[in-house]
């Protein structure tokens, strides 16, 4: 007979490299949760900005179910009609010409490191082989994404680090300058930090790199994982900049919660990807690209993407009128539906204080950093939701507040 699990069986069977919180969710439908005790939870989260549609939309249910009838995988031996139609979708609607499909978001920025490499061989020697990325950026847990990366903690301790790697300041294009040169390969960046803590990219800072790189000969990697599919407010952030990369890496809310990425570049580029270079058995999986054609299909829509919009100021208001009454925050931040709230000074490193007291009153956050409370949700969060869990957080943060 098999037991109802329990939050005791994390610690049991599970390996330690994560710390979920106690409750458990059983079941979710928009952005509402239930747990094992049929608690209800307001989601801000949004399973780190992979639930972009929120909780089993009938959407993304109703092209799972209608493909999982059809077929399943066929593996790269073969290709299939839903891989096929997410790749035109992507294709029709960027810049890019071919793209790359994986199953998660550091896998699509290994694809796009590994592209850039090779290209920068083929086409302009084994010199042109440094990479330039930034502090506080993340880009995934392989250990050449760990690595590139700009929180060592992640890529230490684990024997020697790939070489050719060189980290410069976000939005401080005169550090760039200082280590940029003929030798550059790529230069790798966030439009808006996520993990790093909700820092957009200035316009002029994103402009710049694509001149560094346009002067350089090296390729410009927008690492859109997080800002992508809708997120910022547009269906990825580089058309709000006006800044088009080379190279373009989606996850998370491509898939709506279910595993899938995609690396997205130019014919020119994408040459250097012969037959035999890279691969991924997963990659284009029948169920996973019929899912995230129907999120990305419905997402880019105007009625969703302005959603996306109003919805922000909505959010940034709550947050506002909560700050004047309880001043925890130093800064509100951030486009579209990726929120942060850097804590004032005297609640520095606090941040993560705030989760268990809004799980204690029925909301589910995020944090990005000792610093920063992040919110996530459904891009199409009904107003509804976002009053009452903004109720929520207002009481977790008065019981913090209450008890500094
Ligand atoms: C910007 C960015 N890149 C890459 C990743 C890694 O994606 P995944 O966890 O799907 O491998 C993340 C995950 O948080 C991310 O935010």
Redesign the pocket.
Known sequence: MSQTPTRSDFDRYMTPNYSPQQVIPVRGEGSRLWDQQGREFIDFAGG??VNSLGHCHPVLVNALKAQADKLWHLSNVYTNEPALKLARALVERTFADKVFMCS??????EAALKLARRWAVEHHGEHKDKIISFSH??????FF?VSVGGQPKYSQGFGPVPGGILHATYNDLDSVRALVGDDTCAIMV?PM???GGIVPATQEFLQGLRELCDRHQALLIF?????GVGRCGHLYAYQHYGVTPDIL?S??SLGGGF?V?AMLTRDAIADSLAVGTHGSTYGGNALASAVALAAIEHIDTPEVLEGVKKRHELFREHLETINRKHGVFQEIRGMGLLIGAQMAPQYAGQAKDILPLAIDEGLMALIAGPNVLRMAPSLVIPEADIEEGMARLERAIATLVAKA
Request: hydrophobic share 20%.
């Open positions: 780190i900005a998660s978001g550091g896998e699509a920025n950026s993340f880009h995934g847990r392989t994404t966030e930090q996520g993990e690492d859109e994982v997080q800002t890496t996850a998370k595993p990425g």
